[in-house]
């Protein structure tokens, strides 16, 4: 033969063509295992994104499940009867109506989360578990046909390499000992059992070639049937899933539209019917201070003796002229300055508090008197300041008159006509009984002026400010001064 007489010997080409190797490609360099490989990693890819929609619908599943929990705390929070829930009408189309529909939707909520928990639970994931199995099923099944006809294929190429490996080493012996070797050795012999595994090879490769064909023909539908199952499983998952948030939204849409429903005016227009004997009557006229009775309003220790406008010249030796305040001398002997008669702008509380009896005032001239004492009426000027003279001045003399006439009463002591200081007296005249004008009055005389410190007309506080604003000077007393109807019988100073 030819090829027995060539020098030379071409060993086989192992091109990497795959499956479909050209007839010189007695052992190709593709490798058996790839194609069942990739589908094996294939359905293992199919069966992991399985696994996570089944991951995914078990934690929709319990997040329904936690939902109904926290919709019952919800509900606690409204399960108990209102707090003074008298106030609303307990008949539907109030408020208490509304809160009753926002527990009963509430409590739907808490059923329609548990009822989809459950019907996830026992409808959508068995059928992805099934599908789950399936995949595995299929895995196995590639596992022990293709991939196991595939190991096959690898084991008979590597008998068939390694018979033409031996060929190529005889032919060369045959070359270099010019024909002779053992009958075992012979090319001949080795020609045909690479042949012999060759064909063997081959017949497997053909076989493992339609099994793979008839694999990849069945992963078709196989696939189909993966997605078919999926969507069926995703349709039942929405139809649960989504109609519990229909449900829902439509429980909401309930309580809105029951709140909506109550008439802006219902529950006060039955509140005001049901408390009608508790509520303020707007028909009611409305209080005036003047007709307010109130415990010792008219105490005799409360009318003053004479109060007025007055003004006075400041304690400061630098300051010039006179300032107007409101003056009162009360029956607990005490001459007050105010800053005007109002009493409701602002707290009444004296400037200025001079305890008459431990005082001494000074005969009038025109309308110009004084008075000295010590100021009592706890302010920062009256702790710095000790006993005082105060240089007062009437709108007329006959007011002037007046003053004198009652501060004298209860003064202890008279000084000087002379306005600009008052003397004081002995201990024995500060009484304001020891006084000499006092003592030299007749009975008649004190009576008359006791009258005349006795006004029949009564001013409101109103009234007085406005006489004061307008200029008219205070008053005497408007009310029977503080005796018993004996001292009317026998006057006395008071």
């Known amino acids: 033969m030819s090829s027995a007489t060539s020098p030379t010997s071409t060993l086989p080409s192992r091109a990497a063509t795959g499956l479909r190797t050209s007839a010189e490609d007695a052992v190709p360099d593709f490798d058996p295992t790839t194609t069942a490989g990739l589908l094996a990693e294939r359905l293992q890819a199919w069966k992991h994104a399985v696994g996570y929609l089944e991951d995914y619908v078990t934690a929709i599943e319990k997040i329904h499940g936690r939902h109904a929990k926290e919709y019952e705390k919800a509900l606690k929070t409204i399960s108990t009867p209102l707090r003074e829930g008298h106030h609303f009408d307990q008949s539907l189309g109030g408020v208490a109506g509304f809160f009753e529909n926002m527990r009963s939707n509430t409590q739907a909520m808490i059923n329609t989360n548990i009822e989809t928990e459950k019907s996830i639970k026992g409808s959508v994931l068995p059928i992805l578990e099934r599908l789950h199995k399936e995949i595995k099923h299929k895995a196995k099944e590639l596992q022990s046909g293709a991939q196991s006809g595939a190991k096959e294929v690898e084991k008979l190429r590597n008998t068939t390499q390694r018979h033409i490996e031996l060929l190529g080493q ?166 007050h300055e105010f800053k005007d008669s109002d009493d409701t702008r602002q707290d009444p509380k004296p400037e200025l508090s001079i305890y008459l009896p431990d005082a001494v005032i000074g005969a009038p001239n025109s309308e110009k008197f004084n ?124």
């Open 170 to 335: 005889q032919t060369a012996s045959y070359d270099s000992a010019g024909g002779k070797l053992n009958g075992h050795d012979d090319p001949y012999v080795i020609h045909r059992g690479v042949l012999h595994r060759l064909s063997n090879q081959v017949l497997a490769e053909n076989n493992h070639k339609n099994d793979l064909v008839a694999v990849q023909n069945n992963f078709k539908s196989f696939e189909s049937h993966v997605l078919e199952v999926i969507q069926q499983a995703m349709e039942a998952f929405v139809q649960l899933a989504g109609g519990q948030g229909e449900k829902v939204r439509a429980l909401y849409g309930d309580m809105l539209g029951t709140i909506q429903c109550v008439p802006r005016d219902f529950e006060w227009t039955n509140f005001s019917h049901r408390c009608s004997d508790r509520l303020a009557n707007a028909n009611d006229p409305a209080r005036a201070v003047e007709a307010i009775q109130f415990p010792n309003m008219e105490h005799a220790s409360t009318k003053p003796l004479i109060e007025g406008s007055l003004e006075r010249k400041s304690r400061n030796k630098l300051s010039w002229g006179y300032s107007s305040g409101y003056y009162v001398v009360t029956p607990s002997k005490f001459l």
């Open 371 to 494: 008075v000295k004492g010590k100021d009592k009426s706890k302010t920062i000027s009256s702790k710095l300041a000790g006993s005082t003279e105060l240089a007062f001045k009437a709108h007329t003399p006959a007011d002037a008159q007046k003053w004198f006439r009652i501060i004298r009463t209860v003064c202890g002591a008279t000084g000087p006509a002379e306005p600009s200081s008052p003397v004081p007296n002995s201990p024995v005249a500060a009484s304001p009984f020891a006084a000499t004008p006092v003592a030299t009055t007749a009975p008649d005389e004190k009576a008359g002026n006791k009258l005349a410190m006795d006004s029949p007309v009564a001013e409101t506080p109103a009234q007085g400010h406005k006489a004061q604003e307008a200029g008219v000077t205070g008053g005497e007393a408007a009310h029977p001064p503080v005796s018993t109807p004996a001292a009317e019988k026998k006057p006395e100073a008071p």
